[in-house]
Every structure is written in C-alpha cells, then in structure tokens.
C-alpha cells in the first residue's frame, strides 16, 4: 500500500475556472495611493534597516546580522512588489511600473526585463508537460524517471534534495545565473537588461566597500539576499509542488483549469502573509495575474469557493517537499518511494 501525505482539498467545481474571469476582472485596477503606500512601507523600512545594521556593526556584529536577517523580508516583500510590476499590477501607468521594476531587481539581483518575460512563460505554460524548461521547477514524470539512466536518475534526486532545491539552488540562481539572460541570448534587450542591473549592483557593492569594507557586505548584504531568495524559492516550490498539482500533455492541458487547479492557496499567519505580499493565494493569482497583490484578500472575502480550495498548511507544505515525480496514471505528484511501490 502507498503511504500517504496530506494534500491540499481540491476545489469545489460549481464554476468553471474560466468563468471566473469575468468575475476576477472587477478586482484587478490598482489604487495608486494604496500602491504608493504599499512600496513606501516596504522600501522605507528596508532602508532605515540597512542604515541601521550598518551603525550597529560598530557596537556588534551580531546585532547587525539580526537586522539584516529581519530585513530579508522587506527585500521578499520588494520581490513582490517587482512581481506585481511585472504583471502590470501595481500602478496603472505600464511604464512607471517597469522602470519602478527595474529598479527594485538592482535589489533583488534580478535582471527585470529578462524575469518578466521568463515569469510570462511560466504563467503561459505552468502545469502543461510539453512546455516545461523556463520559469519553473524542473519536474519528470514517474515515466519518464524509470526511463533515466542510473546516472541521470543520481543528478536528478540531487536536483530535487532540498539542500540543493533551497540551499544551494536560491543563492546560484540570484548570485549567478541572474547575471546571464539565459534561455534569452539571442535577443539583445535581455543582454541590456540583464548587464544594466549587473552594472547597477556593481556600482553598489563598490560604494558599499569603499565605505565600510567587507563586513557591510558579508554581514548585511549577503544575510539579507540569501535568505530573501531562499524563502522566495520555499514560496514558489510550494505554489506548484503538491499532491494534487495539476501536469497535462499539451493536447490535454487548459489554461485556466491548470491556472486553478494546479496552484495551491498556502496558509500562512498574518505577518508572513504580509512579509510575502499574499502570494499563498496563489490560485487567484495564476488564474487573474492583474489583480493587485492587496487586493487577493478581498477576492476570498468575497468568493468563499476561492477561500476554501487548494488550501496547503505549512505542515502539509514541508510533507509535500517529499513529492518529486509526477503520476500521470493517479495525476498525483509522488515521492520516489511512492513511485517505487506503484510501479512494483
């Protein structure tokens, strides 16, 4: 018998995901003051933290890497923000929202321009099998695994180890693979991208040094980044990867329904809600990228078929960290040893 992990409660089906489009359109104008106000109480405080870490290293080191530990959630929440900018969420106005994305991805190591375009992939091709490689985790069927060589079984169980999914992994991909538009190269606008905000950072990290030397960088800097970037990917492993995901051959797959289905709506306390700008309701977002990132609260208010579906506790989140195959016979995600036991 397989072992079991708990899974999100699926979704009550008494609307057809597209049919909730019309539906969520009334929510996805943004309030510019609300905007505003929304990046001046992230990006002052972010600020105030820096400067405050940085005086406090004079008094103890220790102190000032506490500070920059707390700020790592202002810089995920700045993530959000440049998020909401990508998706044409934030302010109405397109280009104050790209150049204000530009410049928060000189803190966030991510080159806007070449983000925006591969995060678009992923909205375009999440859950269908015949589009995977670009804005996703890389995820193979129970199939196509038996199929590997010994090898290649190794590299991939690695891949999907959590010291290497949220360890390793979150600091290659901002530290590393942000400074090459890859999976872009032929297009000369991510180059531009992607070198502009390298030069940008650069020119930070030197004024950061010729002021205070290394330990600004190594006590505040490189705290704040990784652990940002690791709960940034936590989030967005746990937005996709669960039980009862939603993956489609592309003859199979639908838009919305994977949008909906293949999203979970992780529950979070209050102030890590916040500190993620509710990207755990993940499911409204996928399925009506437009609607502000203040306003998912207010769907669920209103829509109780939304506040109850996909739901995913932080207990069933870690459990789910177990799942690495997907069953196309079950459309279930597997652990390995599940896999093992259905193909015995």
Known sequence: MLETIDAPEQLTPTRAPRDWMKVLSNYREPNQFRSAFELAVTLGPYILLWGLAWWTMSISYWLAFAISIVNAGFLLRLFAIQHDCGHGAFFKNRSVSDWLGRAIGVLTLTPYDVWRHTHSVHHSSSGNLDKRGMGDIHTLTVAEYQKLKRFDRLIYRLYRHPIVLFGLGPGYLFLLQNRVPIGLMAKAKYWVSAMGTNAAILIALTAI?????????????????????????????????????????????????????????????????????????????????????????EVLRDHAELAEGNRLTIRESFAGARLHLWDEKSKKLLSFSQARLSTA
């Open 209 to 297: 040094y010729y002021f205070g030397g290394l330990k600004p960088v190594l006590l505040i800097f490189l705290p704040s980044t990784m652990i940002a970037a690791i709960a940034g990917v936590w989030l967005f492993y746990v937005q996709h990867q669960f039980e009862t995901t939603n993956w489609d051959k592309d003859e199979d797959w639908q838009l919305h329904d994977s949008a909906l289905h293949g999203s979970s709506h992780y529950i979070l306390p209050s102030v890590l809600n916040w500190f993620s700008a509710n990207i755990g309701i993940h499911h409204v977002h996928h399925l009506y990228s437009r609607i502000p990132f203040y306003r998912l609260p």
